[in-house]
């Protein structure tokens, strides 16, 4: 062993800080969360799969699974129409939208995104798991729809990401909780 | 029109088909299969025949059937032309044909004589089946087969495409089905020596193909003339259309009826939702429903209903759509006894059940829910009911009207509205996929599955987001964007109620703006 000498003591001394410095980063690189530069498509999606199909762009649903308007978060349905509880078109204050006539605008049907994004495919996909990132001040879930497949919505290779059981993730959608963060 | 097309082509194929027995292919055939391995092989030698004639079938459909979608995507704006061409084609066929002109150009070439001896049998006249019914790919025959394949094309429907090659499949394996299988044991050898030796009977199947061809230039012809452009309507300020024998009715915005007897000027009806069917006209008030006659206007039938806020009229029923505090009810109401009724949809919410449109005894309707959209037709006379088209994501159907076995809708997605015109009987009961990500069948091609055209595409009215939040990268996303439109807000124009005439589409579109809508027309 060597002895310390004040300037080898010193060295010793460099040497650890360094090496601490580079562990250091690498620990706080593991904790902190994800630079935004890293995201894709939108904040907490990391990789490079592509969106679910979803009626008005951005995936964003609901916990259910049903698709909402990302700008606000208003439900739609399956057409990209903005629409009541009961499923009729309404304007942007909220009323229902009705013909020349007076009549309600028909319907139309409201799917679940990621099993809908499967049937379009000819998979049968859910959603497995999810994570969960600060994004705009409120927690969010990203929320992998996964299925036995080898090729994701975008045509590469699929990732597992957080598929169970041998699914891998074919698109991605997200859920805004009302957690602030 | 393209009906007696299909047929007259189909028949005219099947007699081609026939007339290619007469060529080296042909007769090598009937010996291949019916003596390559004796007697002793029976079973063999009927297997050979059913893959033979699987195969000319397939070889049939995979020809024509992909002419015919060639045609499909010239458009229907040269669909005159193309059709005129076909026309034009069928009828030097068939010239030709009745003279007995020598054939060409002519194909000089046989289907390869080793498969006979390297494959198994039947596996040998599957192929050399589908080489036969591909019809190009050897010798042909008749004049007819060249024009068989410009009438697919000038058809511009698939659906007539197949059924010429199927038929085309038929006549090529009928004489072979005939012949081989007794080649040793039967008539066979006595038929085939017969048809070597009778090269009139072949020259007859010419001549019959002349008359075939001849019925399909004028079915052509006609169908080119009726795709002549024709003076475009546009009713301002209207809405609700209905359309019977050159007259059209509409709804005026914030005022009543509105009838159109054949270009004439539109005369005020003394009610609102006006609808004509038939010989008659009917139109609503807040107590009661009016059949009248169409040229007299004297009315026929007074029926008490209220809060009816669509209808529909045939010279044999009339069916409204009325509502109360239960919610909207679709009602039959029989004209020859109006004490027959029947009662075809309700919901308790509005907007729910479509406006209906009948034609004789059948009416079309939707029913829309956010757990399904469907087209749903109801046979009035028996009460049989059928959904015609249905999806429970993805897609929405609209407005349907009826005329003659064809029905015009819309079709909606999240990325195109689409004006559809199609057969009653296509699909019946199938359901739609939704579109694939990425393609969902979208604007800018008059293609449309299923023996249906679209006659007009509009992108879709609502607002989308970019599907990428600003600040973020944006690759790999395809999936989630439109390719006939892009973000922001949409169309500024929405599809709504429909009529079918002869020669027209009726549809509205409504504006932006409350209360702003027209009627167009569209050529078929």
Not at chain 2, 125 to 145: E, I, M
Not at chain 2, 239 to 252: E, F, I, K, M, R
Not at chain 2, 326 to 339: K, N, Y
């Amino acid at each position: 062993m060597l002895r310390r000498s004040s300037r080898r003591g010193f060295l010793e001394w460099a040497g650890a800080a360094v090496i601490a410095l580079a562990g250091g980063r690498t620990l706080v690189n593991g904790v902190l969360p994800d630079d935004a530069e890293a995201y894709t498509n939108f904040c907490g999606h990391t990789y490079t799969t592509g969106n679910c199909p979803h009626p008005t762009g951005l995936p964003r649903v609901d916990r259910h699974d049903l698709p909402l308007r990302a700008a606000d978060g208003h439900p739609v349905d399956d057409l990209g129409r903005p629409i009541d509880a009961q499923g009729h078109p309404v304007d942007a204050h909220g009323q229902v939208l009705l013909d020349p006539s007076g009549v309600p605008l028909a319907p139309a049907p409201r799917s679940k995104v990621c099993p809908a994004a499967g049937r379009s495919h000819g998979l049968e996909l859910r959603t497995d798991g999810s994570w969960y990132r600060c994004c705009g001040g409120r927690v969010r879930r990203l929320m992998d729809c996964c299925g036995y497949t080898n090729v994701r919505v975008n045509g590469d290779e699929a990732l597992v990401g957080y598929c169970y059981q041998g699914r891998h993730v074919f698109c991605v959608q997200y859920y805004e909780t009302m957690v602030p963060c | 029109m393209l009906g007696g097309l299909a047929v007259s082509a189909a028949l005219t194929a099947v007699i081609a088909g026939i007339a290619g027995a007469w060529s080296p292919c042909g007769f090598s055939m009937v010996d291949t299969i019916g003596s390559a391995l004796g007697d002793a092989r029976r079973g063999a030698t009927l297997a050979a025949c059913a893959t033979f004639a699987l195969g000319t079938l397939l070889g049939g459909a995979i020809t024509f059937g992909s002419l015919a979608l060639l045609g499909s995507l010239v458009g229907d704006g040269v669909a005159g032309l193309r059709e005129g061409l076909g026309a034009a084609l069928a009828l030097a066929a068939a010239v030709a044909d009745w003279r007995g002109v020598r054939i060409a150009p002519q194909i000089r070439r046989q289907v390869p004589e080793r498969w006979r001896w390297t494959l198994p049998l039947p596996l040998a006249c599957a192929l050399y089946g589908v080489l036969l019914g591909l019809g190009f790919t050897t010798f042909v025959l008749a004049f007819a087969v060249w024009a068989l394949a410009g009438i697919s094309f000038a058809s511009g429907d698939p659906l007539v495409g197949v059924v010429v090659g199927l038929a085309f499949g038929a006549g090529r394996a009928l004489p072979v089905l005939w012949m081989a299988p007794g080649l040793r044991a039967g008539d066979g050898a006595r038929r085939l020596d017969e048809m070597a030796e009778a090269p009139r009977l072949w020259l007859g199947l010419r001549r019959l193909d002349a008359l075939g061809l001849g019925v399909c230039a004028l079915a052509l012809a006609g169908a080119s003339a009726s795709a002549a452009p024709i003076a475009r309507t546009r009713i301002a300020q209207a809405t609700d259309p209905s359309a019977a024998n050159g007259a059209l009715v509409w709804q005026q915005v914030g005022a009543g009826g509105l009838l159109q007897p054949n270009g004439a000027a539109p005369l005020a009806l003394p009610g609102a939702h006006p609808a004509l069917g038939g010989s008659n006209v009917a139109w609503a008030s807040p107590t009661q429903i009016t059949i009248a006659d169409r040229g007299s206007l004297q009315p026929k039938l007074v029926l008490v209903a209220s809060g009816v806020n669509a209808l529909s009229v045939s010279d044999g029923w009339v069916v409204y759509r009325d509502e109360d505090a239960q919610g909207e009810h679709l009602i039959a109401v029989s004209l020859s006894d109006p004490g027959v009724r029947r009662y075809l949809a309700g919901s308790r919410l509005a907007g729910r059940v479509g406006r209906p449109a009948l034609d004789g005894a059948s009416v079309v309707f939707t029913v829309n829910t956010p757990r399904r959209s469907a087209l749903e037709l109801v046979e009035l006379t028996g009460g049989r009911r059928r959904t015609l088209r249905a999806a429970r994501r993805g897609v929405a159907f609209f407005n349907p009207s009826l005329l003659g076995g064809r029905m015009l809708f819309e079709r909606v997605t999240r990325c195109v509205q689409q004006l559809r015109l199609g057969t009653v009987g296509g699909p019946a009961g199938a359901s739609s996929r939704s579109p694939a990500a990425g393609s969902p069948g979208v604007a800018g091609s008059s293609r449309a599955g299923r023996g249906e055209r679209v006659l007009l595409s509009l992108p879709s009215a609502v607002t989308r987001d970019p599907g990428y939040q600003r600040g973020y990268t944006h690759a790999y996303n395809s999936a989630s964007g439109c390719p006939n439109r892009g973000a922001g807000r949409g169309g500024a124009t929405q599809l709504a109620a429909t009529a079918l005439a002869a020669r027209s589409a009726y549809v509205t579109r409504l504006g932006p703006a409350a209360g702003n809508a027209e009627v167009v027309s569209v050529a078929r």
